[in-house]
């Protein structure tokens, strides 16, 4: 009876268990030796309610396996995460429900799909702003420091003494502006990423931050061969974890690595700071940015609050031989 059951859609399960339901009420009604006065007594009133309880824990009993899969998967799809692709319902159960379950499966591919389609061709306009802006400041607003330095060069014999003090400071201070557009050039698109790869271009941000934000970095750096997409999108989650590092963990020491690990690149950034306040790690649009930038190359990334204190994040990408 029960393998007849599981074999019907939805609605002819609900109406088969109001149908035996209703069925047992009629039985009861004819063939029960049961009379109703009026006014009712409190005997009869009692066999009815009895009665009455009867037939609803009967409808309970049958409906709850025939519903049971239903929230099942209505329970699954409320905990799928959109910044954690993969995760499916459990195609199992009833024809209908496995169809359901399917159906949601297949919007949940499609999403994913035209989600890093969309991410992949939004992240390589931004790339490309980026780079021709960092090329502008360097070869444009860089020159006219550069010349501006030279010039005072070239005026300094020419001054009185008495002003030879203020064109230094002039000079320094067209040098400062120099050195921050090459920084900031640097930021926008590292040149060392193009020209040397992954490796040099970790060794190169964690030197420039440990100038900039007076800590002491710790490298353990794996010369790993990644294609030109997921080397940028390491280098860019190594960035923005470190610029977190300098502006709210409040650090002494961090820690960068990147080495394989069980056939995949494994990239971690540590610090031992104050950690992350509640909430922090789904409100925060730099981290949604790193998420977004792994989901791009079927990455993982786990931002957490470190043992003994501090923030790590570990950025994963698979296929590495």
């Not at 009629?26 to 030796?33: I, K, M, N, T």
């Not at 998967?73 to 409320?78: A, D, E, S, Y």
């Not at 923005?240 to 971690?268: I, K, P, Q, Y």
């Amino acid at each position: 009876m029960r393998k007849l059951l599981g074999t019907l859609p939805l609605y002819w399960r609900i109406f088969a268990t109001q149908f035996v339901v209703l069925t047992v009420a009629f039985l009861l009604l004819v063939f029960a030796p049961v009379t109703v006065s009026i006014p009712v007594a409190a005997t009869e009133l009692v066999v009815l309610i009895c009665g009455l309880a009867a037939l609803v824990a009967l409808s309970l009993l049958l409906l709850r396996p025939a519903l049971r899969p239903l929230e099942t998967v209505t329970t699954t799809m409320r905990s799928i995460d959109p910044l954690r692709p993969g995760q499916r319902v459990p195609v199992v159960g009833e024809p209908d429900f496995a169809a359901l379950a399917q159906a949601f499966n297949d919007m949940l591919e499609r999403l994913e799909r035209e989600r890093r389609d969309s991410a992949r061709r939004a992240l390589a306009v931004q790339e490309g702003e980026r780079r021709r802006v960092a090329r502008e400041l360097h070869d444009e607003v860089g020159q006219v420091f550069t010349a501006i330095m030279l010039q005072i060069e070239h005026l300094t014999a020419a001054v009185p003494p008495e002003l030879r003090e203020e064109l230094e400071e002039l000079r320094e201070t067209a040098r400062v502006g120099a050195y921050d557009v090459r920084r900031i050039a640097a930021r926008l698109r590292p040149q060392v990423l193009d020209d040397l790869g992954l490796h040099s271009a970790l060794k190169a941000l964690a030197t420039a931050h440990a100038d900039q934000a007076g800590v002491h970095v710790e490298r353990a750096l794996e010369p790993i061969s990644l294609d030109e997409e997921r080397e940028l999108v390491a280098y860019r989650v190594a960035q923005e974890a470190l610029t977190n590092v300098a502006r709210h963990a409040g650090a002494r020491r961090v820690s960068l690595s990147l080495r394989r690990e069980d056939g995949s690149a494994v990239l971690r950034v540590r610090d031992d700071g104050r950690g992350m306040p509640p909430g922090a790690a789904s409100s925060s649009n730099g981290i949604r940015g790193m998420r977004e930038r792994a989901l791009l190359i079927g990455a993982t990334l786990i931002v957490r609050n470190a043992e003994g204190g501090g923030t790590e994040v570990v950025l994963r990408i698979p296929g590495v031989p």
